[in-house]
């Protein structure tokens, strides 16, 4: 089993920036893949970025250039850093992990994912 817990989201103008982490806990085995999720209301959930073991992210073509992925191991951390946000960004944003291969944003659907942590809100404003 493996917990996921996410902090960081809140509401922000457009043009601002977040950084939401998400803390891992359990069996960490299993945790190979990780990735954010996001679901914006009325909307199905999308993959934004996904890193694999070896720290090689990636990511859906409409945050490209604007969110960095990145993990610390040794934290047992995930990192989604967040620029230039949009009102199109707005949503509850999910720390996710799988042992799925490969983990890339392409292949990465959310029937793939094995956890799913609680969520928190991005709200973006113009």
């Known amino acids: 089993q493996v917990h996921l817990v996410e902090s960081g989201g809140g509401s922000v103008q457009t043009g601002g920036s977040l950084r939401l982490s998400c803390t891992i806990s359990?069996?960490?085995?299993?945790?190979?893949?990780m990735a954010w999720f996001r679901q914006a209301p009325g909307a199905e959930r999308e993959g934004v970025a996904t890193?694999?073991?070896?720290?090689?992210?990636t990511y859906t073509d409409s945050v490209k250039g604007r969110f960095t992925i990145s993990r610390d191991n040794a934290k047992n951390t995930l990192y989604l850093e967040m620029y230039s946000l949009e009102p199109d960004d707005t949503a509850i944003y999910y720390c996710?992990?799988?042992?799925?291969?490969?983990?890339?944003?392409?292949?990465?659907?959310?029937?793939?994912?094995?956890?799913w942590g609680q969520g928190t809100q991005v709200t973006v404003s113009s």
């Open positions: 890193i694999n073991t070896y720290g090689q992210p």
């Open positions: 359990g069996d960490t085995g299993t945790t190979g893949c």
């Open positions: 996710t992990t799988t042992d799925y291969r490969p983990c890339t944003i392409v292949t990465l659907t959310a029937d793939r994912i094995y956890y």
